[in-house]
């Protein structure tokens, strides 16, 4: 019998048994890459004192130049505004507000004039506006049928519509509150006592509206018919398209008092000029105690007139520039230490 070797495999029987693991290992084994392996280059800048002071006060002083600019431009918009819901009462209604607005036989009417303070370029806006009168409020903003608004096959639509819903059993087009609730003032102007100044109302509306939200195949149907009327009316021969004054209304505002875009003047007004203004008084804010004012404004850079933009950046402004003379006082008082070698920590695994 042939002896029997007890050592260790040989080298030919080595590559026979172990060779094909080695290769699939070696197959399986990740491309090496400083990405995957996290191994990138990276720089990590130690910002001292000096150089947070100089930060901070560089975005203080972004900030004021950036707020001054924008009182400058708001300065620059010329604005007329007039309240008229006490001036336009009677003598005689002024205790009894309520019951002259809800007195159909009352006359309405009521003329004022306006001083133009300086030149203004057109075009010229037309604003109404309203003051505590809550839009934003939860059940009076979701009073409306968006769907029925859109496709006139969703005219039964009137599910959160409530209470104005339906009138005599038949649906309301277009129902709810904000609907029912549509501002009914009406402005006509005049300059030098007998010029008319025509009043522009296509084109004060969202295109969004036009185009998606409001159908062009849907009309008023039923609409202030109940017993309570709450606003203005629409014309039922016109599609809600085209009904302009109430996309501009169902655009709820997000604080009680606001305002929205009833017309432009498409002429300009010089300095000192007289406005003539005819209001019709038929919105019934004496019932909450609301406030009512036509406005008159040019356009700026950043819209209308509004100094709150500018007011904010001054106040983050001020805060970095204060921050930074703060933080500059510290450092002469008590020098702050730097580790200028600062340890390295280990990765963790």
């Not at 491309?31 to 150089?51: E, H, V």
């Not at 029925?148 to 959160?160: E, M, Y």
């Not at 002429?267 to 009512?292: C, H, I, M």
Request: one cysteine or more; a positive charge.
């Amino acid at each position: 019998m042939p002896p029997v070797n007890s050592g260790a495999a040989g080298p030919s029987s080595t590559s026979t048994q172990e060779g094909p693991e080695a290769t699939t290992k070696k197959c399986n084994k990740p491309q090496y890459r400083r990405l995957t392996q996290q191994q990138l280059r990276a720089c990590k800048p130690i910002i001292t004192f000096p150089i947070a002071i100089a930060v901070i006060a560089s975005v203080g002083i972004i900030f004021t130049l950036i707020g001054l600019g924008c009182i400058a431009i708001s300065n620059k918009v010329v604005e007329v505004a007039y309240r008229y819901e006490t001036a336009c009462l009677p003598e005689n209604m002024h205790n009894n507000p309520v019951a002259y607005i809800q007195n159909p036989s009352q006359d309405k009417s009521c003329t004022r004039a306006l001083k133009v303070p300086k030149d203004m370029k057109k075009p010229i806006y037309v604003y109404y506006q309203l003051d505590r009168f809550y839009q934003n409020h939860r059940w009076y903003a979701r009073s409306r049928s968006v769907r029925q608004l859109r496709d006139p096959r969703s005219a039964k639509d009137t599910g959160r519509c409530e209470p104005e819903a339906t009138a005599n059993g038949i649906p309301i087009v277009p129902c709810g509150l904000v609907a029912w609730s549509l501002f009914n003032d009406t402005y006509s102007f005049a300059r030098g006592g007998n010029e008319t100044l025509a009043v522009n109302k296509r084109g004060i509306s969202w295109r969004s509206d036009r185009d998606h939200l409001f159908g062009k195949h849907v009309y008023p149907r039923n609409f202030q018919s109940g017993g309570l009327i709450g606003g203005g009316t629409l014309d039922p021969s016109k599609p809600l398209s085209e009904q302009e004054d109430l996309m501009v209304w169902m655009r709820t505002a997000a604080l009680p008092k606001f305002r929205k875009l009833y017309g432009r003047i498409e002429e300009d007004l010089r300095a000192g000029e007289v406005v003539t203004v005819a209001v019709q008084n038929r919105y019934n804010s004496y019932s909450f105690g609301g406030r009512k004012a036509v406005v008159l404004s040019t356009a700026g850079a950043l819209g209308g007139k509004s100094s709150f933009l500018g007011r904010a950046y001054l106040a983050g402004g001020a805060a970095c520039l204060g921050l930074a003379l703060l933080l500059t006082l510290l450092g002469l008082l008590g020098p702050v230490p730097v580790d200028e070698e600062p340890r390295l920590r280990p990765a963790r695994r």
